[in-house]
């Protein structure tokens, strides 16, 4: 099992910044990427950004130049480091953790953490 705990949301003005934290625990060691996903109301969830186990990084277009994934291993956290905000940006934002167990992958979710961006 993996436990994921998203904070950092919160209601900031068009043009503003926000850090996003996703904080792992359980089976961590077996995790191959982390996936910040977001979700506005009315609307699929959709990936906003990922970071593989390997380092490597993958970025959704609209948020390519101004989201920047990263990780402190010491703290088993992901961040997701947001600038020049747009309100349409605001949405809940959830992080997903992939474990591997032999050639299965399992999905965990984090319970969200709300970004509200105004204009």
């Known amino acids: 099992q993996v436990q994921l705990v998203e904070s950092g949301g919160g209601l900031v003005q068009a043009g503003g910044s926000l850090r996003l934290s996703c904080a792992a625990s359980g089976r961590i060691s077996s995790i191959s990427a982390i996936t910040w996903y977001r979700q506005a109301p009315g609307k699929q969830r959709d990936l906003v950004a990922q970071?593989?186990?390997?380092?490597?990084?993958d970025y959704a277009d609209s948020v390519k130049g101004r989201f920047t994934i990263s990780r402190d291993n010491a703290k088993n956290t992901v961040y997701l480091e947001m600038s020049s905000l747009k309100p349409e940006d605001t949405a809940v934002y959830y992080c997903?953790?992939?474990?591997?167990?032999?050639?299965?992958?399992?999905?965990?979710w984090g319970q969200g953490t709300q970004v509200t961006v105004s204009s």
């Open positions: 997903k953790a992939d474990r591997k167990s032999g050639n299965i992958v399992w999905p965990y």
């Open positions: 970071l593989t186990t390997g380092g490597s990084t």
